[in-house]
């Protein structure tokens, strides 16, 4: 079996030498198990932003040429999907909606205006880099204020239910905005963060509100003859998603729904997707946003560190189930942001808008490990593995081969023999490192 082990510190990639298993190797062993084979996998994206788009317009042409090459075409990370924001979210400028005016029943004064210029030249830089058509998830942080108990685009508050068939109608005009300039919607959420009360665009749905709320949105896009669109429910940390999934879900809605998205930031909390998984086998399951926050230019072991928890984060969301990951911002400035709020996080590419240089960051490495050799249409084969100090994954690959991704979340050499099939392959991970296996 050709094997090249392509370690970070090492990308040209290490040839490996199988053996035979004679002496019933028993320590230090992730065991490959080809044969059983779980769910198939959507692909990688990132979230294109009113703050990433600002970005990008100060960007020279070969600047924005060589980002989008690493992250959406083929031979690089093959990203093949994004998420994109409906209105303004706190990674914009500023605040907005495309159409604000409480008469305006009919949106007859809808402006795709601020999506067109923020968002629609990033997609399509993206889609000609990935030479094909993307797939899009579009999530709202807020209806618009007027539809709100609150009053204001901020600070949660409700859609208030007098305003449920308006609002379906408010986003199935921003799929039908996207359709007509030939851009490919995949999916959507109900609401990003239906749980989080933030001084940025935010809107809150209790259990009972979504659920409410799904079937209003699903016969809006039958209406509006959309119903080939996915709707995912929560949108939002792990560590609720089943709770949140069982309340809303019975005979009647189960068919309305396409699956369920999370997010990272409370924690682990696997075992919500392996109970997601469990109950209803049929639901995909996604990481629909992931980021840390802002880190400082010289701090190496802060970037470290964010690096290894978020292939941490992916390779705990990919083994229990989840069929698509989505970063959050592919571009942000020096500082973190443009953020309304001051809400800056960090992203896998920086842009220097004083110096006027494009920043490759650690985790653009990290990342480039899974997106690369996990290529979407890849099938999951289980594995065992010898110590949970080791994570690993593994995935058939459309080609045939084996994609292997594997870390080493300790401060010490760690010794993994892979066994496949009655042979063996010796390797070494370093502290911290992150290794591809392509057998």
């Known amino acids: 079996m050709q094997t090249v082990l392509y370690p970070l510190s090492q990308p040209l990639g290490v040839p490996l ?37 600002t970005v990008y317009a100060q960007m020279r042409p070969e600047q924005r ?23 303004s979210c706190d990674f914009c400028a500023e605040m907005y909606e495309a159409d604000g005016d409480e008469a305006d029943a009919a949106l007859e004064r809808f402006d795709f205006s601020r ?64 359709q007509a300039r030939g851009f490919a919607v995949e999916r ?43 709707i995912f429910l929560w949108d939002h940390n792990k560590e609720r998603a089943f709770e949140r999934a069982s309340a809303i879900l019975d005979e009647t809605t189960r068919p309305m729904v396409a699956g369920v998205a999370c997010h990272w930031y409370s924690g682990d909390h696997f075992e919500n997707l392996d109970m997601i998984r469990s109950a ?26 964010g690096a290894v928890q978020l292939s941490h984060e992916i390779l705990g ?21 443009p953020n309304h709020v001051g809400n800056f996080c960090h992203a896998p590419y920086l842009f220097d808008t004083k110096a006027k240089e494009l920043r490759p960051q650690l985790l653009l490495q990290y990342y480039y490990q899974f997106a690369h050799f996990i290529q979407p249409g890849s099938v999951r084969v289980m594995l ?41 392959a010796s390797l070494t991970l370093k502290p911290g490192e992150l290794a591809a296996c392509l057998i």
Not at 317 to 337: I, P, Q, V
């Open 17 to 53: 030498e199988w053996k035979a298993d004679v002496d019933g190797i028993e320590n230090q062993v992730i065991t490959l198990y080809p044969s059983q084979t779980r769910e198939v996998w959507e692909g990688f994206g990132a979230a294109l932003t009113g703050a990433s788009g």
């Open 65 to 87: 040429r060589e980002m989008m090459e690493m992250y959406f075409s083929p031979a690089k990370m093959g990203y093949d999907r994004v998420r994109i924001h409906m209105d």
């Open 115 to 178: 999506t067109e210029e923020l968002i629609l030249p990033m997609l399509r830089d993206a889609q000609a880099a990935a030479g094909r058509p993307l797939k899009i998830m579009l999530s709202p942080w807020s209806p618009p204020a007027y539809m709100k108990t609150n009053g204001e685009r901020c600070h949660g508050g409700s859609l208030r239910p007098e305003y449920a068939g308006r609002w379906a109608e408010y986003i199935c005009r921003y799929i039908r905005e996207f």
């Open 188 to 230: 959507i959420s109900l609401q990003n963060e239906p749980k989080a009360v933030q001084t940025w665009d935010s809107c809150v749905y209790t259990d009972a509100q979504e659920k409410a709320f799904l079937p209003v949105m699903h016969a809006a896009l039958a209406r509006n003859g959309l119903d080939d669109i996915e």
């Open 280 to 305: 209803y086998p049929e639901l995909k399951l996604i990481l629909s946003e992931s980021c840390v926050g802002f880190l400082r230019p010289d701090d190496a072991q802060a970037h470290a560190a």
């Open 317 to 337: 969301d990919l083994a229990h189930g989840a069929t698509a990951f989505y970063d959050w911002n592919l571009l942000l400035d020096e500082r973190g942001g």
């Open 384 to 424: 065992s593995r010898y110590t949970d100090r080791c994570e690993a994954v593994a995935f058939r690959r459309p080609d045939g081969r084996l994609a292997v991704v594997l870390l080493n979340r300790t401060e010490k050499e760690m010794p993994v023999h892979l066994r496949l099939q009655g042979s063996v």
